[in-house]
Each structure stands twice: as structure tokens, then as C-alpha cells.
């Protein structure tokens, strides 16, 4: 029954990780700026942006949303066209979805796309929804290699008689923050006329990438992810005229609405905080300023290696934040304490840090992302106290 | 160039509507209550509610997500399984592209779905993004009727030689908020094995609807518009155990993800909000509480057409808050102001009150829901005060 007792369990709900130091890669450069939570009070209710609207999300003057999406975002992105959209995985099916319909438009069925061995997820259901099959690359032994892709483009035409209909790169992938050749993988798929999509969900409002300098297509961002914006909130660029034509086609039941945004995407607090946030975004991604979350990471990982406890698995020196690891040390004492695989979790919520998956101790991805020297010290210093609590160091 | 000095255009911007008496449609019923607005804060954070997910959102326990989706939600909008979405939009997108995918994969071409004529543009559009055809109901007089779904199922078949994938009625339509017979236009439908879809984005939350007490099969709804939740979020609804399972069809790469959720949706503070407004959506979609909001609705039009200056479209004696008035009065005065058809905004941004568009003086829409009788007053008399101004009254 809808009674309304039962029904206040989902108000006034705390966040009990609010407070913590969050390793969650998922999370670190996600946490909004103060810019953010003024945005979002303010347009906070529903639909707030609408009041404003004459017809197209992007073209709305004041708030300065077309100014956003139409001048400082293409140039960020280093991109022809952007768009807002409601995350990366939705901005990776649009350019799918579109380039699927635009094939199957003139007659070619049963298409394809090629993919990093190591992509989200999303990217394989994004697929998947649009109708498409994928051919990966192969697995890698530590980089996705441009030759890598070269290979599953070939396997696709020799097996399906046509090119796929796109090569996305994760970049970096989220799993062990890898950092592939992006020019040389565009390079490769662009021999054999393939065009490229980057994801950069793990990239784009941490680090600099820049989809006009390696030559990319498409390119798409997380705004809850990594540029500090209430989701679900992301973006999407494209380069050149006619793939920005084919992916922003106008409806013919509507001439102003956008068929692969389904005629709006972020229409309310997620796209005003985006834009709050993204004067510190720009900011952090200077490469001056990335460099020096890239060193953090590395004395991280330098002082976690040589307490003999921690492996870095994935590209070292480390070129990202998202690093993931194997602790012998933590799965020793997950065997032989009676919370088993969860004490780490129970020991980390002590200590007030919240990021490792509840149950992890031999595997498990963290990020570093803008931390800052005393908490990641307070991260490091935390994991050695619980080794030697259980006598592992 | 993104100058940091520019860029600050972007941060710290008031929305001068906020402390308006606001009657667009699209704003009277997504205003944040104060749980939800509790909830922004919260949880505002990027993909906040990820820190408590063990890879599906719609299973997460604490926060009680769960509980909102697989039992408060299913209840709310009479249907055996719910998700939360991106929007409504979203929501009947994933609906046809679900069915179109299915259907594909039956080896059937160049399917579609039948509307009714007074479909909202997001509809249209996402019938064009799953590659469907629309055939739509004639041009009703007053009314959308059951036999004019009829009539177009039937002009489908003699057309193209098989029925729609789906029959979808919105449900107020959102320009005169007229309220079809939902339950007749289901079985009409259901007599040619066409399933139905409401559109509930000026309903489910503003008022009584059911799918199960009509027999609809899927259901959506907007949160952003009609749950005062902060956007974008939605809500869908389904019955039957075969559509559910079509519907929410996993991905044959990750046995957890959702295909037509593109593994995950709402994935931070708009759930939250949702969930934080929903006892209080319960409570005004309660019969009694629908009641007083159309007797307050039916009073204003009252005043209004007893002014002689403005007509009803449209269902009248009227039942919805949602309604679409001619106002001769206001587009004399367009023709003989220096300020021509933007007085009529200018004049009413004056007296704080915000929601006819910029240009609109002949025809417009509004609504008045949840704004009670003191301000309805208030808008009443300011109407008749411009009226006067203008000696047309």
C-alpha cells in the first residue's frame, strides 16, 4: 500500500559517504564545485532551463547556453558541433543509433562496430540497442595497440564483406587507466575510411584530449563523471560537416528538434551545474595542471610498489589517475579474518574512505583524482595500518 | 579562447523566474518540494548513488531505490514491473525501440505505430529514432475517441498489410489537456492485439492513473514535469510478464544490464528527488486531493470566460489543470501597442507572473495546478487589470 508512513523511508535520506575520501574512480572528479551547488539550488526544480527555451535546448541565449555548447565547448572538445546529452553511454548510442539508421537507409543491414577489448560496457549495450554487432580487438597484454585495431577492421571486412561502421577507443579505458596512441589508432581506422569515436568519459574534464588534434570524429564526455556536474548529464562532439548533419538531423514530423536527442536531452540542474563547473574544468585540464595530478598518481603508486604489498597492473610509469591494482596483502588477511572478502570494505568505512567495491581485496581500481597530497598520504598511510593491524606488514 | 575571465559568464546565474507566479505546463507540477530539495543537496554530487550500487540501479537497497522501483513505483502506476528513466521521452523511445528491435529480429520491416493526432512532438520524435512509421488518429473535433484508433489501426493494415507495433495515446494531450477514455481506447486496441502506451507526462503525478484499471499495457511518465523532481528523470511502467521481459531484455555482454537502459539511467540526485517528492505525489494524486485541483481549475476558467474576453478549448466543464484559452482581448491590444505581441509577456513579467511564451497573445496555454486559489486570484485579476490598462475591458 502507498501508505504515507511507509513512504517517508525515501525522504531526508543522508549520504553517509559525503564526508568520506572517495577512491571511487566513478567519483573523484565528479564531486561538484561550489559553482555546482549554487547552480543546482537555483535550478533545481524540474524543467527550470524550459522557462527560457524557444524550441532548442542549445540555441537558449540566457542562461548562456548556446554560447556553452556552440563556442566554448566545440573548442574544448576540439570539435565542429557539441551537444549536451544525458551521459556518455546515451551520447555513444546516438552516434551509433544514427550511423546504424543512415546504413540501414540505404539498404545495408546487419552492421558493425569495432571496439577496444577493454570498453565500458555501455559501449557494448550502446551497440547492442542500436542494432549492431561488435568486433573487438584483440585482448592487449598491457596497451591497445593501433595495429590492434587495424587487425579487427580487417577481420570485420574479411567476415562480413564491409567495413564496420565505426572504431571506438576508450580512452582511457576504465578499468586499468591505460592511454592509448588515440592519433594512431585514428590514423589506422581512417585508412580504411572507418571513422573514430573516443570515449573519453575517464578523459574529458580530467586531462587534456582534444578530438581535432589526434584527428578524431566523435568524441564523448561524462558531466557526472569527470567534469564535476550533477548527472546524468554528458557531451558529445562531432567533426565534420557531414557527420555532424547526419548525427544532428532535424525530425521531419518537428524542424527544430534534433531526432538522436529525441528533440532535448539535460533540461534542467545537470546541464546548469556543467556549466558552473566548467570554468574549474578548464582549469584542471591545462596540461601544466594535469601533469601534476599525474605526478601525485605516481608518487602514490611509488609508495604503495614499494611497500611490496601493492602491483600496479596496467602502464607504469602511470600516465592517469584510475590505476588498479593487486594487494596480496589484503586477500592474505581476507582469508584468515571472519568478515572474509569484506573486511577491507568495514576497515576502509573506519577509516572514512569509501571507493574499493565491497569484497574486493585482491583486485580493485581507485582513482587519485584531485585528491591532493594529504589525503592520498591519509589513503596510503590508511592501507599500511590496516596491513600491519593484521600482521602483513 | 576559454579565458578564465569569460568563461565566468557561466557560474552564479540567477534564474529570474524563481519567486514568479509560474503557469507554463511544463513548470506547475516539477517545483522541488522541500524533501527534494533536501535531496539535491545531498546528493548532487556526479553519479552519487553509485557509491551504494552493486551494478543495476533499479537493486540498490540503501538508499531504498529498490523498494521505490519493485514495489512503491509498480503500485503507483499500476503496472507489474517499473523502472526509473531518463524522461518520458526516454521512456516511449525505449518502448518502440524495444518492439522495432524485436520485431527486426522476426525478420519484419518497415514497421509502425499508430498516435493520436494531438501527440506531443517527443513522441513523434521518438518513433522516428526506432525507425517506425506513424500513422495518427484524424484531427479530433474536441476529443480523441476510441474509434478513431480504430480507424487508424485499420487504415494500417489495409496499408501496409499488418498491424502497428503499438497504439499510443497521451494522456492529458499537452495543448488543450483534454482527457481521452482511456479504457475504451485500450480495448478498441486490444480487439486488433495492438498494445498500448499512455503518455502520462501531464498525468502520472498530477493526478489519478492506473494502467492496470484501464488495461494499458506500458505507461510513462515525467518526473521533471509532473513528480517535481529535478529533470532529467522519468518513469515506465509495463504489464506482462512477455513485454516486461522484452522490455527489459539484459545484454547477452553483461547479464546485469538492461539493453534499453543502456545498462543504467537516473544515476545521481534526480532519483533522489523523485523519490523524496513521491509521498507527496501520492498524496495529490489522491482522488479527493485531483478533486480540489480541478474544481480550483474549472473555477478560473470560469472567471476568466466570464470576462468575455477569453474561450475555452477544449474539453469544458474541463478536467485537467492544463488549458488552452483564445484570447481576442489580449491580440487586439498586440495590434495597437508599440511593443506589439511582446506586451503581453512584458506586462506580466511585471506582476511576477511567468509561463505564457514571449509572442503569445491570441492563443495560449497554461496551467494551474498546485498553485491554490490565492494566486489563481492573483492571475486572474492581473489579466484583467492588462485587459484594462488597455481599455479593452
Redesign the interface.
Known amino acids: ?2 501508505e ?1 508512513n511507509s ?9 553517509d ?2 564526508d568520506f575520501v ?1 577512491i ?1 574512480p ?2 573523484t ?4 564545485t561550489d ?14 532551463v ?2 527560457y527555451c ?1 524550441g532548442s535546448l542549445d540555441l537558449v541565449k540566457k ?2 547556453i548556446y ?2 555548447v556552440h563556442k ?1 565547448l566545440p ?2 572538445l576540439g570539435v565542429d558541433e557539441a551537444r549536451v546529452m ?2 556518455a ?2 551520447s555513444k ?1 546516438a552516434v551509433m ?1 544514427s550511423l546504424a ?1 543512415a546504413a ?1 537507409e540505404k539498404g545495408s543491414k546487419d552492421n558493425y562496430v569495432v571496439m577496444d577489448s577493454w570498453a565500458h ?2 559501449s ?3 551497440a ?2 542500436a ?1 549492431l554487432d ?1 568486433i573487438f580487438t584483440k585482448k592487449p597484454e598491457s596497451e591497445i595497440l593501433p595495429e590492434d585495431f587495424a587487425e579487427a577492421i580487417e577481420a570485420g571486412i574479411k567476415e562480413r564483406g564491409k567495413k564496420p561502421l565505426l572504431a571506438q577507443i576508450t580512452y582511457p579505458d576504465g578499468s586499468y587507466g591505460n592511454l592509448a596512441d588515440l592519433k594512431k589508432i585514428v590514423q589506422v581506422s581512417h585508412e580504411y575510411e572507418v571513422p573514430v569515436l573516443i570515449n573519453g568519459a575517464y578523459s574529458v574534464g580530467r586531462m587534456p584530449v582534444n578530438a581535432k588534434e589526434v584527428g578524431a570524429d566523435y568524441i564523448v564526455g561524462s ?3 569527470s567534469m ?5 548529464v554528458g557531451v558529445l562532439g562531432v567533426n565534420g560537416e557531414e557527420a555532424a548533419a547526419q548525427l544532428f538531423r532535424k ?4 524542424k527544430v ?1 534534433e ?2 536527442l ?9 546541464i ?2 556543467l ?2 563547473s ?2 574549474e574544468v ?2 584542471r585540464t591545462q596540461p601544466e595542471n594535469w601533469e601534476k595530478e599525474v605526478t601525485l598518481a605516481q608518487s602514490f603508486i611509488k609508495r604503495l610498489e614499494d611497500s611490496g604489498k601493492f602491483k600496479l597492473f596496467g602502464q607504469n610509469p602511470h600516465k592517469h589517475d584510475l590505476m588498479f591494482f593487486e594487494a596480496p596483502g589484503f586477500f592474505n588477511i581476507s582469508e584468515k579474518t571472519k568478515r572474509g572478502r569484506y573486511f577491507l570494505y568495514d576497515e576502509l568505512k573506519e577509516k572514512k574512505i ?2 574499493i ?1 565491497p569484497g574486493l581485496t585482491k583486485n580493485f581500481k581507485i582513482s587519485t583524482f584531485g585528491l591532493g597530497k594529504e589525503k592520498l598520504d591519509y589513503v596510503a598511510e590508511s592501507f599500511e595500518e590496516i596491513l600491519k593491524k593484521y600482521d602483513e606488514i
Open positions: 500500500m502507498l504515507h513512504l517517508q523511508m525515501f525522504q531526508y535520506i543522508k549520504r559517504t559525503r572517495n571511487d566513478l567519483q572528479a565528479g564531486a561538484l559553482a555546482a551547488k549554487d547552480a543546482l539550488l537555483e535550478w533545481g526544480d524540474g524543467y527550470s524550459c522557462d524557444g542562461p548562456p554560447d556553452f566554448s573548442e574544448f544525458n551521459g553511454r546515451e548510442f543509433q539508421m540501414a560496457y555501455s557494448k549495450v550502446a547492442e540497442n542494432g561488435i558531466g557526472h563523471k564535476s556536474a550533477c548527472g546524468p525530425s521531419k514530423y518537428n528538434k531526432v538522436a529525441l528533440g532535448c536531452t539535460s533540461r534542467g540542474a545537470p546548469m551545474t556549466m558552473a566548467f570554468p578548464v582549469r569509501h571507493g567495491k
